[in-house]
């Protein structure tokens, strides 16, 4: 059994550089990945559509409110939600399409439909806090995907790994308070956007200790990130022992990317996308990745190319020592709450 990969044309009608000419988010970075992984078969990935998410679907996290302002706006034909972030006519549909790909691949990952899968749509969703659209986000896919699998698939506890260089706010805002979604995000810290995600903050009340977030300086290698996801956040996940894996799977942390200053390279991701293959074979749960980022569209269909290539395959991922300090302080602080 291979993998399911789900994508929808409307992916490529959602354009804010009809707004904002230059927009780093252009329908080309997806259609670069789809030609890019149509020449190497898909990787033997099986293909569906993504369905349109109904709105009570975006409810599970978003406030009417939002929902109803983001569908408005559209209608009315667009404009500027943020200084970052616009919509057009069609970004609505797109949006849905967004949503209910994760929502499906969710679905048929927890039917046993595939143990593995990647949502390949935009717009993006980490930065959609549930009465928020930001940072290029409007409905916060990923987020929704894991409280459908809580409220109506059966899951009862949901990781969420985001190692997109920009901090998930968005997610960890929806799941802050709750012990059922262990969200666990590696990101370029250091005031860089949103500016959310230190250390320090551990998730509240029955939350406390849910949320781990890991702020890298401008310039970390992957030597750093590995040294993080290896030592830090998959011993926590493992003994959270989550029944379904979910990855906010940015690509904008490699080095060739116009919008952050990480310096992973495209093996980084493969490397990353192994050790959470393993985790979840181990545990014996799906796995699920959702696109975010990534603006630089030919590294951005190599490094899905990778990522995908190493969900199926066999080559195990590398161990290695913990890196340097960054990774002793944060296991002071995270190892308060997991065995690490
Ligand atoms: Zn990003």
Redesign the pocket.
Known sequence: MSGLYFHHASSLEHDPSVHMPGHPDTPERLLVLEAHLQAAGWLGFERRQAPAAEERQLELIHTRRLVEHIRAMCLAGGGAIDPDTFVGEASYRAALHAAGGACALTRALLAGEARVGFSGTRPSGHHAEPDRAMGFCLFNNVAIAAELAIRELGARRVFILDW???HGNGTAEAFRRRSDVLFASIHQGGGFYPGTGALQDVGSGAGEGYTINLPVPAGSDEQLWLSLLEHIVLPAASAFAPELVLISA?F?AHRADPLAGARLETESFAEMARHVRDLARRLDVPLGAVL??GYQPAVLAECVQATLAALVDEQPACSAAPEGLLTSRAAAQIGRYWPL
Do not use: A, M, R
């Open positions: 997109d260089v920009h940015g904008d975010e980022g």
